[in-house]
């Protein structure tokens, strides 16, 4: 690769970090287009390095919002057990579900969520209610400081069995489609949970990590990371993601909705591009 596309590449890199940390969704949704559209590279090596972006995305933004205290790590940890054996049960589907019609199907349920986001745009923050009893065994009831409301906000996870559900699925269509399902978390945390959109977000970008960590050794072992294209976009993608935390503790949870949901369009389109035989 020469020297001026890994140039571009790292300013595109920069900015899907920027995206990925606001929105909790990794930068692989402009990784992986840019690479095999505007530069040329193969597939497997543009995922190979989707993967090794959403990795510094979490890295980079996730350990500035732990800092913050925007992070529920405790929600995060208790539903990756949903999300992993989703992703255990995905990957020994594989061989017998067809991928077109899976790509199809969530391409639709993402677009239909758009939607629901689209209704709930100017929404700050979710209606305040009484924390339901399992909420309080499993102590999910947390607080954040809001340096754009400039106060300290409570909060309660609700419709948990929900919530532990859709992670199971997201965890499913990672495991089935090979794909990162940062969108789904964020969809299942704000929508069914209704947490706070930046508590969904900064949630989302830890568990993604956590996945794609576990994930990465695969890709490396069948050599489909090369250093020069992932070096680069990983560097460019943690610029990004640190950028984006910065950023994201001073802007509205209106404002990232904004941003999310043209990214959850974005991927409903490629997704049902893929169904139809499409890579974009």
Same mark, same amino acid.
């Given at each position: 690769?020469? %020297? *001026?596309?890994?140039?571009?590449?790292?300013?595109?890199?920069?900015?899907?970090?920027?995206? =990925?940390?606001?929105? +909790?969704? /990794? &930068? /692989?949704?402009?990784?992986?287009?840019?690479?095999?559209?505007?530069?040329?590279?193969?597939?497997?090596?543009?995922?190979? #390095?989707?993967?090794?972006?959403?990795?510094?995305?979490?890295?980079?933004?996730?350990?500035? $919002?732990?800092?913050?205290?925007?992070? *529920?790590?405790?929600?995060?940890?208790?539903?990756?057990?949903?999300?992993?054996? &989703?992703?255990?049960?995905?990957?020994?589907? !594989?061989?017998?579900?067809? !991928?077109?019609?899976? $790509?199809?199907?969530?391409? #639709?349920?993402?677009?239909?969520?758009?939607?629901?986001?689209?209704?709930? %745009?100017?929404?700050?923050?979710?209606?305040?209610?009484? @924390?339901? &009893?399992? !909420?309080?065994?499993?102590?999910?009831?947390?607080? $954040?400081?809001?340096?754009?409301? +400039?106060?300290?906000? /409570?909060?309660?996870?609700?419709?948990?069995?929900? =919530?532990?559900?859709?992670?199971?699925?997201?965890?499913?269509?990672? &495991? %089935?489609?090979?794909?990162?399902?940062? #969108?789904?978390?964020?969809?299942?945390?704000? /929508?069914?949970?209704?947490?706070?959109?930046?508590?969904?977000?900064?949630?989302? *970008?830890?568990?993604?990590?956590?996945?794609?960590? !576990?994930?990465?050794?695969? $890709?490396? =072992?069948?050599?489909?990371?090369?250093?020069?294209?992932?070096?680069?976009?990983?560097? +460019?993608?943690?610029?990004?993601? %640190?950028?984006?935390?910065?950023?994201?503790?001073?802007?509205?949870?209106?404002?990232?909705?904004?941003?999310?949901? @043209?990214?959850?369009?974005?991927?409903?389109?490629?997704?049902? #591009?893929?169904?139809?035989?499409?890579?974009?």
């Amino acid at each position: 690769m020469a %020297l *001026n596309a890994e140039l571009a590449l790292f300013v595109v890199s920069i900015l899907a970090g920027v995206i =990925g940390a606001l929105a +909790g969704v /990794g &930068g /692989g949704i402009l990784i992986i287009p840019a690479l095999t559209v505007l530069f040329g590279v193969d597939i497997r090596l543009a995922i190979g #390095a989707s993967i090794v972006s959403v990795i510094a995305t979490s890295s980079g933004a996730a350990a500035a $919002y732990v800092r913050d205290r925007l992070t *529920n790590m405790r929600i995060g940890m208790f539903l990756e057990l949903a999300t992993t054996s &989703g992703a255990v049960t995905g990957a020994l589907l !594989a061989a017998i579900v067809p !991928a077109r019609f899976l $790509y199809l199907l969530l391409g #639709a349920v993402l677009l239909l969520s758009a939607g629901q986001q689209l209704v709930r %745009l100017g929404e700050e923050l979710p209606p305040e209610i009484e @924390p339901s &009893g399992l !909420a309080l065994r499993l102590g999910l009831a947390s607080s $954040y400081p809001d340096a754009q409301l +400039g106060r300290e906000v /409570g909060y309660q996870a609700r419709r948990i069995p929900l =919530g532990f559900v859709l992670m199971g699925f997201a965890g499913v269509v990672s &495991g %089935l489609l090979g794909i990162g399902s940062g #969108a789904l978390k964020v969809l299942a945390m704000d /929508g069914a949970m209704r947490l706070p959109m930046k508590v969904s977000s900064t949630t989302s *970008n830890f568990m993604i990590g956590v996945t794609a960590a !576990a994930s990465a050794g695969v $890709y490396v =072992g069948r050599g489909d990371v090369d250093p020069r294209i992932a070096a680069p976009v990983a560097l +460019g993608v943690l610029i990004g993601a %640190l950028l984006g935390a910065r950023i994201l503790v001073r802007i509205s949870n209106r404002a990232i909705r904004r941003v999310f949901v @043209p990214v959850l369009v974005v991927i409903s389109l490629e997704m049902i #591009a893929r169904a139809a035989g499409v890579n974009l």
